[in-house]
């Protein structure tokens, strides 16, 4: 039974807990089991470690930018294979024959105005002409056989190859492969101006009539119709020859014996040695892949649930109030497990760079609905944890935990969009100098910096955007209060406010210098002043629902509570905290808002009809319940503020001299009395804090009631 028992009064801290235990248990499962090299170094800096043996031996592998120069050597040196088809120039020539076998009887009838029957005779009177006809038809059949032998190749496309770069081809003639220039080859049109060109040269060397009209029958043919490419592109030869030239590329360019020193304690790690060092990393990790699992898993497990430990600890020790709101704490464990689960996706399952990973969205997400430094340290934690398995943990720690900072700073709040803008805009810009920063010191050289990195980078920003809708739905999902939205209820065209401005204008305008003073008032001594200005607009709009027993809204002179029992009247006026929820939640204010109508009275006593009762009736028992606030009190800086603003503006109207004492006085003798019923206790506020919002209040106030010039008639 005890045992049930702490269960059940331990049960919130209990599930709090599990769901911190879960997500280092997700996140452990999650990550990669690999064995990480148990050596840290960099490129230009010193070798921090003891003297480093070669433990076995391995090869030197090629850096990535030697190799991909090797492979764009290889690819461009590559011949392109075509297929010779010598079907194409036997089709062709039949074409050809047949064309010139029925064109020419046309050609001649035409041309002397003969019929067919007449054809045969004057053929056999003008032998000439059929001598020139076959000599040019021969002619002209040897230049379509030499063009087809050369090859007429087809234009093709291909995303690795062009033809301006091709110096020479491999021609497959009956599977035996031959390199030739690729000038050589002919294409339709070369080879068509090439039969042309060498049909007219003939006809200049023959100067007889006949020939001359042979001439002109041949010009007139199309050769267009009989030249078509016979030298074809294979594409699948192509690349099974250049797959099998790229696969003989060696990935290393020597080895290290066992035994060999490798590098001693203090030298610097110039780019051979980093070349050596990341080579015997990446052959020690490949070497020990797979085996001890179990070890691997231990030690993630423990670095895993200490960080999230810290993270609890943290939270336990400043933010409290996190703990004890199970959606709160759900919205801080979601924030973690996403970005860490994004993060290993991302690098285990694609080719993208870290680099593009928005981390700096975490603390402004978390700014948005919480303090910086809340913010910085989730957003530390998070790093530490995906550096464990991201590439360059150091490098990739420093940048985004300068990034994390530098976005916190920038970003006061999210209500304002060109803010965003500019943090994205800074982001990219610190990205890219603290970048080019290590990377001149690991490269010393401009040449060796990697300059796709700053493409990432600008990806980065753009990524950075996103935080203005994830905060309108982490808002919506979690139940919290962004700035956006506080801008949006204080606009005093809202129509719960205009409601309050037509019904009950005098309370309207108390409200709105509540809402300057308690602005002024949180503003200097540490708070959120728009949710404060925005609680102050609201929180007497329970006075709607009888705006006459207000003194702020009685314009005729008459009071109605002059027919009401003492305890009566106290009963109407403290029920306007109750009516002001109820309508607040019908027009689905948020509850932080709804708060502020709960707590301005705190659970105070309606002075004037209290002590009126007293007075009247000083023998009669009193039930102090019927003259109480139902409270809650004020549990934080902003409900407090707007306690002490309302009653001290509320009071101040009554003054019937104004000056400075009596303002001085009457704020003094207000707080000092709320003060002494212990109605700030349960707020997080301070002796300094109380005396600075007296002064801020007694200055506003003399502000508003400072005395005019008084204009002639």
Known sequence: MKILKLLK??????????LFLLTALVIVYALPREGTFRYEFQRGRPWLHETLIAPFDFPIYKSESRLAAERDSVIKNTAPYFVYDSAVFEQQMKHFQSYVSTQWDDFLADRHNIGEDELDAFKRNNPALSEYKDKYFEYTADLLEEVYSVGIAERFHDHDISWDEIDEVVLLRNNVGERVPADNLFFPKSAYEHI???????????????????????????????????????????????????????????????????????????????????????????????????????????????????????????????????????????????????????????????YIIPFAIVPII?????DERLALFQHIIILLIVGFFVPNSYEFVFLNFMIGIAAIFTLSGLHRRSKLFLTSAVIVLSYSVLYFGMAAIKERSIGGIDWLNFAWFGGNGLLILMAYPLQYIFEKTFGFLSDAT???????????????????????????????????????IGGNSLLVRTGALYHDIGKMSNPGYFIENQTSGMNPHDFKEFDESAQIII??????????????????????????HGTTKVQYFYRSFLKKYPEEELDLEKFTYPGPRPYSKETAVLMMADSVEAASRSLREINAKTINDLVDSIINYQVVEEQLCDAQITFKNITQIKEIFKKKLRNIYHARVEYPE
């Open 9 to 18: 009064h331990y049960r919130h801290d209990l599930l709090v807990g599990a």
């Open 196 to 354: 042309t060109s060498e049909i007219r040269r003939f006809q200049e060397g023959t100067e007889k009539e006949a020939a001359e009209e042979v001439f002109s029958f041949f010009a007139s043919v199309d050769f267009s119709d009989f030249i078509v490419p016979n030298v074809f592109y294979d594409e699948q030869t192509t690349d099974k020859v250049l797959e099998s030239e790229l696969d003989e590329i060696s990935l290393a360019r020597g080895m290290v014996q066992e035994g060999e020193r490798i590098v001693s304690k203090g030298d610097l790690i110039t780019g051979e040695t980093f070349q050596i060092l990341e080579s015997l990393e990446r052959e020690y990790e490949s070497k020990y892949l797979g085996t001890n699992l179990n070890i691997i898993f231990l030690g993630q497990l423990l670095l895993v649930l200490s960080s999230v430990f810290v993270l609890y600890l943290f939270l336990f020790r400043f933010r409290p109030e996190i703990l004890q709101n199970l959606r709160k704490t759900l919205f801080i464990l979601f924030i973690t497990l996403l970005m860490v689960g994004s993060s290993i996706i991302l690098i285990r399952f694609s080719d993208l760079s870290s």
């Open 366 to 370: 978390v700014r948005t609905f919480y």
């Open 486 to 524: 506080l801008m949006e209820l204080s606009d005093t065209n809202q129509p719960l406010l205009r409601k309050l401005a037509e019904e009950a204008p005098g309370t309207f305008q108390h409200s709105i210098q509540v809402a300057n003073m308690a602005e002024n008032a949180i503003f200097l």
């Open 575 to 600: 029920s306007h905290v109750n009516k002001g929820v109820e309508m607040a939640k019908k027009y689905n204010l948020p509850d932080a808002i709804i708060d502020f109508i709960r707590t301005h």
